[in-house]
């Protein structure tokens, strides 16, 4: 039964890995920048602008690039620790190579920005899904 569930949620983490790969690529109007590259190397400044100066953006660009870059990554916090059966460390190491080099590739296909403020949020989101998949284990193992 276990592999079988294992089974079930790989499947589901590469869909929903099919899915954030749109998403970074294609979604949300992306278009390929023509005007050289776009990326911020700053350890959160983006995320500053939006907090002190929320009232200058859109509400809906300011949940995108924050609620959105957290939240898209909680399910992955999830699934992959499961999937790959791997432990805090490993997983934040892991996770962290892999969205930056999504990240790069986005700034290399001019298709969106390389933000080093993304992959804080995006790390954050993977973190908050690992934390709630080790709750759930735990609760599970207590039964």
């Known amino acids: 039964m276990k ?3 294992r089974g079930i949620i790989a499947i589901l983490m590469i869909y929903y890995l099919f899915i954030l790969i749109y998403w ?3 979604g949300f109007g992306r278009t390929q920048i023509n005007n050289g590259f776009s990326y911020n190397l ?3 400044s983006t995320i ?3 907090f002190y100066y929320y009232d200058h953006f859109d509400p809906k660009i300011w949940i995108i690039n924050i609620v959105g870059n957290i939240g898209v990554f909680i399910p992955f916090g999830i699934f992959g620790p ?3 059966r791997l432990n805090v460390i490993k997983f934040i190491f892991t996770f962290i190579l892999g969205i930056t080099c999504l990240e790069f590739l986005q700034l290399v296909l001019k298709r969106g920005s390389f933000d080093v403020d993304d ?3 995006n790390t954050i989101g993977a ?3 690992f934390i709630i998949y080790k709750s759930v284990q735990r ?3 207590k039964k």
């Open 127 to 129: 973190l908050i899904g």
């Open 48 to 50: 500053k602008q939006y």
């Open 119 to 121: 992959i804080i949020l």
């Open 3 to 5: 592999t079988l569930l």
């Open 42 to 44: 700053t350890p959160f």
């Open 82 to 84: 499961y999937v790959l």
């Open 139 to 141: 609760s599970l193992a």
């Open 24 to 26: 970074m690529f294609v």
